[in-house]
DNA sequence: CAAACATATGAACATCTGTTCATGTGTTAG
DNA sequence: CTAACACATGAACAGATGTTCATATGTTTG
């Protein structure tokens, strides 16, 4: 039961069944286009990315890290362990520290093409700033 | 300054200088990490990864997407702005419809890759699906 | 055991985000 | 021009999210 009430939602020359009907059985199930969305909500966040970047370079424990980024203990702490539940990242005790590093390589890849996508959407950009 | 006050964040023998003056330069600046941040957000929801699943297989009006997910024209138009700011997609007016497209390759690149972090880190999950 | 320290975590709070509802804009047909 | 339609958008509201604060857990040292 789809949703067209307020004028009536495209007439039925509009909505092209051909199209419906070829794309419906290429979706992924709903619950894997959830986990998807919730894995790059993990990425959506400065302090995470931050995070994600400081360990390319280096395992790390939770205060270097806090330093670095110049936040409270606490703060990073949360967040890693969001990182850690997406399985981005993984922790390694060592006495009274516990460091912390990448899990996947398809961090590196993801966050590389974001940053290629950034680049190249900005070079577009150039005489139309604001296209609302 | 950093915030070290509570306890004192880590005595001098915790955070490694060495590493900390490693991974300090090869940061990027803020600002590019923040864009990053903001580009995954807009992967962060599950109405616009549908969007751009949806937008994998061809070019669409706004209501055939509204009516494939079965949500309001409102909600997908809306949708698509964000999409369209990000550069991800690009739209094109014919008549009365406007159709919407993929505007960038790197799309599919990082939503493949998020699926296979999602297949590979599924995989290792055994015998320990809580771990918090 | 107690003290010190590195880290983890629960509650609270302010901010951000996505949908709905009502209405506005742009285009075609009559 | 007017009506009908496809789409866009502003305001509002509920739900999600990130940080702070206080405190708990786990480890080492004496």
Redesign the pocket.
Known sequence: MAKRD??????EF?THPEILDKVKPEMPDEERLYDLAELF?VF??T?RIRILYVLFESEM???DIAELLN?????I??????LKQARLVR?R?E????FYALDDDHVRTIIGQGMEHLEESHGRRKKHEED?
Chains 1, 2 share one sequence.
């Open positions: 307020h004028a009536q939602v495209c007439a509009c909500k959506g966040d302090t424990c939770v205060c936040m409270t203990q606490s703060a702490s949360h967040q890693l362990r969001v922790s005790r006495g009274k520290t516990v609302l």
